[in-house]
């Protein structure tokens, strides 16, 4: 066995791989560095569709994601409230994922300020977890009230002052769609692009951001805002950087290590590739 | 009359609703039918929550039999999973019941304390696989991987602070890509789910999409 | 705000369970094994609560509040998935599906042909030359190549006049169109493994912070402590029955 393959063999052992990421993650997480982000182009055009938005803007917002992705969305979905919130806005919450309801406390435990500044059945309402996926999605455009007759706490939506003016879809300016999974983005791009042509912004888990990309570049989306390093972005144009600008040199750190563990498995394949080849000359 | 019931009628329940809903969205209806049509969509937004019932009794089922058969090696985790699921479900019983909701302290307390970082922790668990990937698996053996390395490298540094140290350009390249190219390579696979959509209503009004073993 | 005993013991075993599904990472044991039907149970308890909540809000509230009869219609129909469980008549359940079913896929074709095809066909056809901006004039003729290239690949799967080995200009240019589809594929392939990587990490980063808060470092210990002791006793069991095969291949062989 060759020195190569001999280092090639420790290194591929899987606990080792695992321990120095659970260090590389570790370390900027006990020790902020602070490297600074640019802000990309994508998140500023978002940035200035909000801020040119009218006062009092009705917003449907979508909460299509589970606890795990919460690191990744939830400081971009509050960094946008913060934004918002200035507007003073109409907000009508939903989820047509079961996790939904559990990931709205989490929201309003995130931003305790912005829901300090609503008043709910006033200026934002949460109709809680709806079954029936694109159904339910297409139900929604039709009348919220009518469809949905109590909310997440068991309130009636009847007499709710927020559906005088945000019920059906054509009264909505703005639907903000934050998930973990691509279905949901297509069924608002289906039930609510489509009829109604009412603008869509997308909040996704970068995992799930080329697979929309289409979408976003067709103009079905007026545009998205994706994963922790968006979040990041936002959080610094709102000017209160938050959890996903302090996750931002781990990511750095997990990437960097990532990235040279893809290069030196390349340069040992390739070392013990030429190696084997030349063996038999020999 | 069994065949009839059995495959016939949940056939033409089917093709019912599809030519009715699809008739009403290309065409204009008198309000009455407009009406009709809104209310069948939230009933099957409505029905379609009993299938979240029957999933949740599906994996009882399932465990209960291990629990009977006292299976060497599972049945003890399964008595776990039995017992956490009717707590859990009788804790969410309570809550709608009386009108509080999810948001029930007994049931909260059991997705918070257990589902949320469960769930969190499960699919966390990726990052090992895909640093153990990185190194074991992610091989440049000829020119498409090599762009799909390139492409990705250029993408991992425009994503972090780090890419932003060695090179600030490498945000807007990342963000070039994106918007143009990966949009490009992902746009045939949509138009492609758009025709399998077409295509699968299709088969299903014609009736080859169902039962074709029986 | 002061903890209640209640929720320290639940941020205690909410430490514990993420600690102990991590060690299946490094070797399967009991603790896993525990977290895991532990986790599945309140997940199948949960969604079935959801479920119901639904039902209530949606289809139960409607009637009730009401007094909107037509509701019936989906209950009925819902209520037909239970018959799966009756055995010979288990077909009752088709109507429920087939109701659903109908429904979901009804208004995805309705709406698919300008959803996901006209407007991104539309989109597709650019200007390939842009006076005075060449790197966006490259662009589009890039996007438009890949475009093509990946529907002729994905979509139009025959291969026209020609083989590899005795190629028509029709086939040498099909070649090339499918060629740039598979290598845009490939940039796109790799920004998602890319954005993969970010979002694993950001998951990962997010049960870090949790297992490190001031609340569950000493909770984060004791699992840890735990779970060691667990994945010992798996490698311990490991070699005992390793060693008892051994024996019992000795044996075998020697008789």
């Known amino acids: 066995m060759s020195a190569a393959e001999k280092i090639y063999n420790i290194l591929s052992t899987r606990q080792l791989l695992y321990v120095l990421l659970i260090i590389m993650v570790l370390i900027p997480l006990l020790h902020p560095f602070g490297i600074p982000i640019s802000i990309s182009s994508r998140v500023k055009a978002v940035y200035e569709y909000i801020e040119k938005l009218p006062d009092h803007p009705k917003v449907l917002i979508e909460i299509y994601y589970e606890p795990a992705a919460a690191t990744e969305l939830e400081p971009g979905l509050g960094a946008i409230l913060r934004h918002l919130v200035k507007k003073h806005p109409k907000l009508v919450f939903v989820s047509l994922i079961a996790t939904g309801p559990i990931m709205f406390e989490s929201l309003k435990r995130y931003v305790p300020d912005v829901f300090k500044q609503l008043k709910y059945g006033e200026d934002y309402v949460y109709l809680g977890f709806l079954t029936g996926g694109e159904a339910a999605c297409a139900s929604l455009a039709r009348g919220i009230k009518e469809f949905v007759p109590k909310d997440n706490y068991g309130n009636p939506t009847a007499n709710m002052p927020i559906f005088k003016y945000a019920d059906k879809a054509k009264d909505f300016d703005l639907v903000i769609i934050v998930s973990s999974g691509t279905d949901v983005f297509e069924w608002y791009v289906r039930q609510w692009y489509t009829p109604y042509h009412v603008p869509l912004l997308f909040v996704a888990l970068s995992v799930i951001a080329p697979s929309i990309e289409p979408f976003v570049s067709a103009g079905q989306a007026i545009g998205m805002v994706v994963g922790q390093r968006g979040a990041a972005e936002y959080e610094l144009l709102v000017g209160k950087p938050g959890s996903a600008m302090a996750a931002m040199d781990a990511q750095s750190f997990a990437h960097g290590l990532i990235i040279t563990f893809i290069i030196l498995g390349n340069i040992f394949y390739w070392i013990i590739r030429l190696q084997k080849k030349q063996a038999p000359a020999r | 009359m069994s065949v009839v019931a059995r495959r016939y009628g949940p056939q033409a329940v089917i093709l019912i609703m599809m030519l009715f809903l699809i008739v009403t969205y290309f065409f204009v209806m008198p309000k009455p039918v407009m009406d009709f049509e809104s209310s069948v969509i939230k009933w099957g937004s409505v029905a379609a929550g009993f299938a979240m019932i029957v999933g949740a009794i599906d994996i009882l089922r399932y465990h209960i039999v291990y629990l009977v058969r006292r299976t060497p090696g599972q049945w003890f985790y399964s008595l776990v999973l039995v017992v956490s699921l009717l707590i859990t479900a009788a804790a969410g019983t309570i809550g709608i019941v009386t009108g509080v909701g999810t948001t029930y302290a007994p049931f909260a307390w059991l997705y918070n304390s257990i589902y949320v970082p469960a769930q969190a922790t499960i699919y966390s668990i990726l990052v090992f696989y895909i640093a153990s990937a990185s190194f074991r698996a992610f091989r440049v053996r000829n020119a498409p991987a090599l762009l799909l390395l390139i492409t990705g490298l250029i993408v991992m540094f425009g994503n972090t602070s780090l890419g932003y140290v060695i090179w600030p350009g490498f945000t807007p390249l990342s963000v070039w890509l994106n918007k143009n190219i990966v949009a490009a390579a992902f746009r045939p696979i949509i138009i492609g789910a758009g025709l399998g959509i077409i295509i699968t209503g299709l088969r299903t009004i014609l009736g080859r999409e169902l039962y074709r073993r029986e | ?255």
């Open chain 3, 1 to 255: 705000m002061a903890l209640s005993y209640w929720d320290i013991f639940g941020v205690w075993i909410a430490a514990a369970i993420t600690v102990w599904l991590y060690s299946f990472a490094f070797k399967d044991n009991v603790l896993y094994k525990f977290s895991e039907h532990l986790f599945l149970g309140v997940a199948a308890g949960y969604s079935f609560t959801l479920g119901l909540d639904a039902i209530s809000r949606t289809g139960i509230t409607p009637i009730v509040t009401q007094g909107r009869v037509e509701y019936i219609v989906p209950i009925i129909f819902g209520l037909l998935f239970f018959g799966k469980y009756l055995g010979r008549y288990a077909w009752i359940a088709r109507y429920g599906s087939m109701f659903v079913l109908g429904v979901g896929l009804s208004i995805a074709v309705r709406t698919a042909p300008e959803a996901f095809i006209l407007k991104q066909v539309a989109a597709s056809i650019l200007p390939l030359y842009i006076p005075g901006d060449p790197i966006m004039s490259i662009t589009h003729i890039l996007m438009v190549l890949i475009i093509i290239g990946g529907i002729l690949y994905f979509v139009f799967t025959f291969i026209p006049g020609g083989t590899e080995q005795r190629p028509t200009t029709t086939y040498k240019v099909y070649d090339i169109l499918v060629k740039f589809g598979i290598y845009g594929m490939m940039v796109g392939f790799g920004a998602l493994f890319a954005r993969t990587v970010m979002t694993r990490v950001a998951f990962f980063i997010g049960r870090l912070r949790f297992l490190m808060g001031p609340e569950a470092i000493g909770a984060t210990v004791v699992a840890v402590i735990l779970v060691a002791i667990a994945i010992g006793y798996a490698y311990m069991q490991e070699r005992k029955g390793g060693a008892q095969a051994a024996g019992a291949q000795t044996a075998t062989s020697s008789s």
